[in-house]
């Protein structure tokens, strides 16, 4: 089975620049490994006789000039930030398995008519700001440069601080792309999650990019001692908590759609001892789905719900949106091209659902989009022991490469 | 008003010693405050002219001896030692408030027949083995020797090894008291409520005392990405942690007695990520009740309800009984005593229920027993600005001291 050994080498040495040691994989936007990850790529790309820059938010842009370099460009890419003991798979291979598409173009004797870009966006994890696709969104508008510059991390470091320090110079307002930059957007991602392992298939055609409405409670009731205070007389923010979960959790499973997930991931209650009635209970919650209206009628219902619980309850509360994107659906004639070139490859193919989040939501917004997904090993992402097998990761660059090929001839 | 200086000082001068500073007070079991504060506690009784000794467990008696000696004695007491953060009457009310009782009563020339003695009750408080009433627990037999033995604070150090550096040596075996060691046990204490202080009441006569069930649960369920495993193949903890928090209230309220009150106080839910399905849940429930059999019958729905719960979910689920304690009823003819005496001195009283957990608790198994409460201020306690007044303090210690005159002669 074919495998691109010079490109899996390189995901071995990207994985090698980590806060933690290997296997885990912790790349924090703007952090010592971050900025070296992003040195060792400029220099890859440059080596490979492709153009690099920044733009002021840190997105990286490796461009292959075309023969027409006035028309739109079309563009590849993902991220190589990592969240803390993630693995060394998520992003990266979009992003080095774009640039051995690029660079097997380039040898093969491909000239290209537009431009081929490969994109490193900026942040698509959440971990400094709390809010992911920094980049993409940027880029597309769906963050205005204001929100951006609002933004603080855990530290109370701004976004501009860092990014300037990190050599991002330049205005915010100058990362929304103009209409018309790209004439498509191709994204190659480990599927994470199962479906194409248990199926024995070699490619997920992306059709629909689920969107996360996510949004945090802060219930405030009254605390007591668990023996002094009768039932009648309590206002238990935790037992609140609990039954809006299980109003998220319904609103899921009778949306009418199976694509409908709501998840309680984040229950925090105070005071937290045994014989303390809950006082304060902070819980964030996830809802998604590929229909933004399926969603936010779900998103309602529990909205709804989680009032009249409180009101009945006597708690009080206090509702933070984190966002509420809206989904994507990927482009027709691109979902029907990579299932064309994965056939003519000879790999078994299926269309799929995007249950993730990634920065082809945001492209999605400004160009025809779509995406496409390689096995990994029982789904695990996030964790030190994500897996896609070489030959598997091949699989995709091949089809990526063919894509590129035929769009950037159009 | 009456109010009793020396006894208000002395209050003052036993919360000074204290490991945080005022108005905090924090005395671990065994630590350097509750060492000072049992010598200090012990300088008193000598310097009042009554003997001290202590058990191996570290329960501290201060005996007057009656004229007949051989004749079980009269009882009171509570404990001095104070969770982190605490207020400075909780316990220590009871303690010098019974010493205050015993020295006017010899400085009013009083001859006992049968001997007092006040009871300083080693740990109380649960905060270094994680067992309340540990000292009347081992009087009564109510904890064997094996089970104290077995005990580990955080740092991993065993019970013998901690009394013994406190000076507290023999067998663990010799700290249950002989049968018909006491004819009564007398309890006075604040209320740890706001009934008495709602009623402008002096005196609260205890007729039973709640005893919590309290269990640990460890729910253990499937993790994994919140976009991407579908509702259907979940197996999220959280939400069976909810359905049985929502279940112990249910079975509280649905009782048939409303002094049934059940609270899943503790609740640690991982990983703890807004986009992470719930994998493990750590949660406390305390359920308790005056009758046993109410609480039980609560108790075995909830065990029930859980079993199903888990079994529909697909969760793991370890529970492990913390405690199970039976409650106590006073005994009637001591309660009728101490209505009578508060009467006698003018005094409004109420009769009511303990809520919260005592050492009389524990003395109930082995003596007839009974509790007199004050008010304190909003019923706050467990915390510094816990407060009784001078004048409610010195009502109870009159009370107290008419019913030991009169049960020390019978």
New interface residues.
């Given amino acids: 089975m074919n495998t691109f050994p010079r490109l899996d080498r390189e995901i071995d040495e990207l994985a090698a620049i980590s806060a933690h040691p290997a296997p885990a994989v912790t790349r924090v936007l703007f952090s010592a490994e971050d900025l070296a990850a992003r040195q060792w790529l400029t220099a890859k790309a440059k080596e490979a006789g492709f153009h690099a820059r920044s733009d002021p938010a840190g997105n990286l842009f490796i461009r292959w000039e075309g023969e027409e370099p006035c028309l739109p460009a079309v563009a590849t890419g993902s991220h190589t930030d990592a969240i803390p003991n993630a693995g060394k798979y998520d992003g990266v291979v979009g992003v080095l398995g774009g640039l051995e598409a690029m660079r097997q173009l380039k040898e093969g004797g491909h000239a290209p008519k537009r431009s081929i870009e490969l994109i490193m966006f900026t942040a698509e994890e959440p971990t400094r700001f709390g809010i992911g696709c920094l980049g993409s969104r940027l880029m597309s508008g769906s963050t205005s440069p204001d929100e951006a510059r609002a933004l603080r991390d855990p530290d109370g470091r701004s976004l501009d601080e860092l990014r300037e320090a990190a050599g991002c110079r330049g205005d915010l307002g100058a990362v929304k792309v103009p209409s018309l930059a790209y004439t498509a957007f191709l994204e190659l991602h480990i599927e994470?999650?199962p479906l194409l392992e248990a199926g024995q298939l070699d490619i997920g055609i992306v059709e629909k990019i689920?969107a996360?409405s996510?949004f945090r409670l802060l219930l405030k009731g009254a605390g007591?001692?668990?023996?002094?205070?009768?039932?009648?007389d309590r206002h238990?923010a935790?037992?609140a908590?609990?039954?809006i979960?299980?109003l998220v959790?319904r609103a899921?499973?009778e949306s009418g759609s199976?694509?409908?997930?709501?998840?309680?991931?984040?229950?925090?209650?105070k005071?937290?001892?045994?014989?303390?009635?809950?006082c304060d209970v902070k819980m964030?919650?996830?809802l998604?789905d590929t229909n933004r209206e399926t969603r936010d009628k779900a998103l309602a219902k529990i909205a709804e719900g989680t009032r009249e619980i409180c009101r009945r309850r006597g708690i009080e509360i206090d509702w933070q949106v984190?966002n509420q994107d809206p989904p994507a659906i990927c482009e027709p004639t691109l979902v029907a091209l990579v299932e064309n070139k994965a056939k003519a490859a000879g790999l078994a193919s299926r269309r799929m659902v995007s249950?993730?989040?990634h920065d082809s939501l945001f492209m999605a917004r400004i160009c025809p989009t779509a995406m496409i997904f390689i096995p990994c090993h029982k789904?695990y992402?996030?964790r030190p022991d994500e897996y896609s097998s070489p030959a598997a990761i091949a699989k995709g660059v091949e089809v990526l490469k063919e894509c590129l090929k035929e769009l950037s001839m159009r």
């Fill in positions: 994470q999650g689920a996360p996510a007591g001692h668990a023996g002094a205070v009768l039932m009648k238990d935790f037992l908590a609990a039954e979960a299980l959790e899921a499973l199976p694509d409908t997930v709501g998840t309680c991931g984040l229950v925090e209650v005071p937290g001892a045994i014989n303390s009635i809950p964030e919650v996830d998604r984190i249950r993730a989040y789904g992402s996030h």
